[in-house]
T-cell receptor
Framework: AQSVTQPDIHITVSEGASLELRCNYS??????LFWYVQSPGQGLQLLLK??????LVQGIKGFEAEFKRSQSSFNLRKPSVHWSDAAEYFC????????FGAGTTVTVRA | EPEVTQTPSHQVTQMGQEVILRCVPI?????FYWYRQILGQKVEFLVS????????KSEIFDDQFSVERPDGSNFTLKIRSTKLEDSAMYFC?????????????FGNGTRLTVT
């Protein structure tokens, strides 16, 4: 079965610092990959997706992700974090249904 | 931008009671889903629904669960006899197409508490 792994359960970052969240996938073919964000008390909002073409994809809120087939990774990055980026972030792979990773909680300190 | 809406936002029920969680997917979407997230755990797939029938269901989705699209707009999840372990956040989602990479749009969820 297709799956994604998010190795980091919790990351703390200072406001203005860069952020990178790791995601590794297990999939036989070219995967359809997504990053979602869940702010406290909110639903899941799509940040960005990858399914072909340019391996660096841009998303909303200043996020980007890079697909690396050789490393089976789809890491999410943001150059400068804002306090409002504190949330839980989920990587997901689409196999006719989304399968989510366990999530990474991001805390932003002032 | 159109949204998936879920009601209620929070439901408290007693063990053994039936509960119905309601969702209004985005109006032109054709594929509908329920996911759940037990506190502190990952988001888990429950069921997908298309053309008025279940497309796929997980092992979580046992005989206590059912889904229905009673009219052209609502999509409901029923739990017949709730258990303590059903306490979770339940997310409804929809998408326009079954094409690979077509993104799922999620509602804000219903937090179900079974006491």
């Amino acid at each position: 079965a297709q799956s994604v792994t998010q190795p980091d359960i919790h990351i703390t970052v200072s406001e203005g610092a860069s952020l990178e969240l790791r995601c590794n996938y297990s999939y036989g073919a070219t995967p359809y990959l997504f990053w979602y964000v869940q702010s406290p008390g909110q639903g899941l909002q799509l940040l960005l997706k990858y399914f072909s073409g340019d391996t660096l994809v841009q998303g909303i809120k200043g996020f980007e992700a890079e697909f690396k087939r050789s490393q089976s990774s789809f890491n999410l990055r943001k150059p400068s974090v804002h306090w409002s980026d504190a949330a839980e972030y989920f990587c997901a792979v689409d196999d006719y249904k989304l399968s989510f990773g366990a999530g990474t909680t991001v805390t932003v300190r002032a | 931008e159109p949204e998936v809406t879920q009601t209620p936002s929070h439901q408290v029920t007693q063990m053994g009671q039936e509960v119905i969680l309601r969702c209004v997917p985005i109006s032109n979407h054709l594929y509908f889903y329920w996911y759940r997230q037990i506190l502190g755990q990952k988001v888990e797939f429950l069921v997908s629904f298309y053309n008025n029938e279940i497309s796929e269901k997980s092992e979580i989705f046992d005989d206590q669960f059912s889904v229905e699209r009673p009219d052209g707009s609502n999509f409901t999840l029923k739990i017949r006899s709730t258990k303590l372990e059903d306490s979770a956040m339940y997310f409804c989602a929809s998408k326009l197409s079954d094409a690979g990479g077509s993104p799922l749009h999620f509602g804000n969820g219903t937090r179900l508490t079974v006491t």
